[in-house]
């Protein structure tokens, strides 16, 4: 029966063999006979369906339409109504795909962009990382965080908010963090005792700019603050901002912890 061209009018082909020479299912021209889409001209006297030269070329009509995105049943309007109609229907299938197309390009860029950001964390050239966090700024501290920090749940949330992120909304991010520094020597300079409601408020600031890179718990927040105590890099920066600024500010975090039921000795990330 395969041998039989199929232009012939009188190819019958049981539906395993109609589903193999398509390279469809034969769940799907079951599904296809069901709904009338699609239907075998013939049935076996044992009840098998038969399909004839020209069931299998509007089954090629209706795999080809399907490959364009196409509905089901848009599929049947093509191959059913008048010819007039089918224009019609064709152009609304082309309009969606053009616009599946630009979804689909945008949605490609945005996953580029995700993976330059996990990979490189900020995706602005070095000139603009200077531009934005200023000339202390060293390019190079996103890649070493990478290596750090790349395998951590945090990383990925901060590689996710960055690769939405213009070089303006890093501006805001860095605006803010330099303003919360100045606030906390401001708030040392005047002699603010870690565990005041001054201090405490402070250290909710902190948690609400640093939540911009990704989310941080109150124990997470402590965990940062001993960092920023011990970690010579860290310490630095804040005791370049004021002298003892580290270590105030680990106290305060501490203290505020304290307030809310932690234990800073035991705090863990998380």
């Known amino acids: 029966m395969e041998s039989v061209p199929d232009g012939s009018d009188t190819v019958e082909l049981t539906i395993g063999q ?62 059913d109504d008048p010819a007039d109609l089918v224009d019609t229907v064709l152009r609304a299938q082309q309009t969606q795909l053009t616009d599946r197309i630009r979804h689909l390009s945008a949605l490609r860029d945005d996953l580029a962009r995700m993976a330059d950001a996990h990979e490189h964390g900020v995706l602005m050239t070095a000139e603009e990382q200077t531009e934005v966090f200023g000339p202390e700024w060293n ?28 070089p303006a909304d890093w501006k805001v991010i860095a605006d803010a963090t330099t303003a919360l520094d100045q606030a906390l020597a401001a708030a040392l300079d005047d002699g603010v005792e870690p565990g005041s409601a001054e201090a405490n408020a402070l250290v909710e600031r902190h948690r609400e700019v640093f939540a911009a890179y990704f989310p941080i718990t109150r124990e997470m927040q402590v965990c940062l603050g001993h960092m920023y105590e011990a970690d010579p890099a860290f310490a630095a920066h804040y005791d370049g901002v004021r002298a003892g600024l580290a270590s105030w500010l680990r106290c305060s975090i501490d203290a505020s912890a304290r307030a809310h039921g932690i234990d800073p000795e035991s705090a863990t990330w998380r």
């Open 139 to 166: 390019p190079r501290w996103p890649g070493e965080a990478r290596q750090r920090y790349g395998n951590t749940p945090q990383w990925r949330q901060y590689a996710e908010r960055s690769a939405s992120r213009t």
């Open 18 to 79: 109609a589903a193999a020479r398509l390279g469809v299912t034969v769940r799907t021209l079951r599904h296809w006979d069901e709904i009338a889409l699609a239907q075998p001209s013939s049935r076996s006297p044992a009840g098998y369906r038969l399909y004839a030269a020209g069931d299998l070329e509007r089954l090629r009509r209706v795999i080809v339409y399907r490959e364009l995105g196409m509905e089901l049943h848009a599929i049947r309007s093509v191959l």
